[in-house]
Each structure stands twice: as structure tokens, then as C-alpha cells.
């Protein structure tokens, strides 16, 4: 079985600040790299992918990869309450096989 | 069109009923999927179809039983499930089996 670790969390951020999660994986065969936010009750949503080492910036969300030390990270930078879900970070496994961590809890308070 | 639709949202169901979930999708996607998640646990991979054919089983119980009529629709047949098996059903779809997951908004399923 292929491991996907997160901090379950909560992870609780004042309105406007950083908030900054992280995923490490077991398989340093691993190709690809998905971000995704769950609200309760509701189907997970993509918000980022990344496949290569860096930097990877779309809008208020930035994914930070780095295979060598095999870790995955998402910044939420301006962090709303809206942003209040459970984030669950995934990874692509042999090109057909998607394994999820258990994800993390983030608390954005007003 | 980027939906994936599931219907029903809501299922409660006896151990002794036969039921069918279902998921459509019209992206032109070649990979779907079905995943199962229990409160509070990531989903977890059931089945896999690419092309239409299953190419991944992940030692699913045979009281689920997936099926794949054409590239755009994707079935779940349930039959004798346990109270266990109350979860979130989630179907999802890709271009291809290495290209990034898209959900449907999931099947609250309750075996009673």
C-alpha cells in the first residue's frame, strides 16, 4: 500500500494570513501531484496539480514540490473563511492509480 | 460541460435490496471510476475503467458490481450489502487513467 501523510489537523489560521499545508509520500516513483478541497457532506474538488520540482502558482494557491525529499505542499495566501474545508492531498501512483492522504482540516476564522 | 453526475444523492437501502448507482459524464473522458469514503477517511479506490473495460479491482467485495455500457455512463450494482457499506459513493472521471480526477458530487448511500 502506497502512503500518502497530512497532518489531520485542524489547522486554524486567522482571516488574510498564510495558511500553509503539507503532504509526504512513500513512492519515489510517484508522477504526479493533486490538491484537493472537500467541504463536508460534499465530493472533493481539484484545486491544484503539479508534476515537476518548484513552484506552481494559480491565483491566491501556490503548490511546492520537491521529489527528493518527497513532499508536497499547498500555501493559501489571504486565507478566507470560505477556505474552511478539508484538504486532501494526492498522488498518482504506476500512471492509473490515485491514493489520498487523509487529509487536513483548515479552520479560517474571521 | 465539465460535470460529472451521480444520481440518486441519497440511498437508504435494506441488506436484502438490489440497487444501481449512476454517473454520467459527457467530457469525452476515457477513465472512470467509482470510490467509496467513510466520514472523516480519504476516498478509497473500488473500481477503475479505461476505455470501457476494467482494468483495476481493488479486491472489492463481489456484492459490488461495476459496469461500463458506453464511455460516457458508469454503474454500480449493489446486492446484499452490509451496514458496513453505509458511505459516500463517489464517481469520478478522466482523460485518461494518468491525467487528473474530476467528482461527481457522490451517492450518500445507507444500508440499513
Known amino acids: 500500500q502506497k502512503e500518502v501523510e497530512q497532518n489531520s489537523g485542524p489547522l486554524s489560521v486567522p482571516e488574510g494570513a498564510i495558511a500553509s499545508l503539507n503532504c509526504t509520500y512513500s513512492d519515489r516513483g510517484s508522477q504526479s501531484f493533486f490538491w484537493y478541497r472537500q467541504y463536508s457532506g460534499k465530493s472533493p474538488e481539484l484545486i491544484m496539480s503539479?508534476?515537476?520540482?518548484g513552484d506552481k502558482e494559480d491565483g491566491r494557491f501556490t503548490a511546492q514540490l520537491n521529489k527528493a525529499s518527497q513532499y508536497v505542499s499547498l500555501l493559501i495566501r489571504d486565507s478566507q473563511p470560505s477556505d474552511s474545508a478539508t484538504y486532501l492531498c494526492a498522488v498518482l501512483y504506476n500512471f492509473n492509480k490515485f491514493y489520498f492522504g487523509s487529509g487536513t482540516k483548515l479552520n479560517v476564522k474571521p | 460541460d465539465t460535470e460529472v453526475t451521480q444520481t440518486p444523492k441519497h440511498l437508504v437501502m435494506g441488506m436484502t435490496n438490489k440497487k444501481s448507482l449512476k454517473c454520467e459524464q459527457h467530457m469525452g473522458h476515457r477513465a472512470m471510476y467509482w470510490y467509496k469514503q467513510k466520514a472523516k477517511k480519504p476516498p478509497e479506490l473500488m473500481f477503475v475503467?479505461?476505455?470501457?473495460?476494467?482494468?483495476i479491482n481493488e479486491s472489492v467485495p463481489s456484492r459490488f458490481s461495476p459496469e461500463c455500457p458506453n464511455s460516457s455512463l458508469l454503474n454500480l450494482h449493489l446486492h446484499a450489502l452490509q451496514p458496513e457499506d453505509s458511505a459516500l459513493y463517489l464517481c469520478?472521471?478522466?482523460?485518461?487513467?494518468?491525467?487528473?480526477?474530476?467528482f461527481g458530487s457522490g451517492t450518500q448511500l445507507s444500508v440499513l
Open positions: 503539479i508534476y515537476s520540482n
Open positions: 475503467y479505461s476505455y470501457e473495460k476494467l482494468s
Open positions: 469520478a472521471s478522466s482523460q485518461s487513467t494518468n491525467e487528473k480526477l474530476f
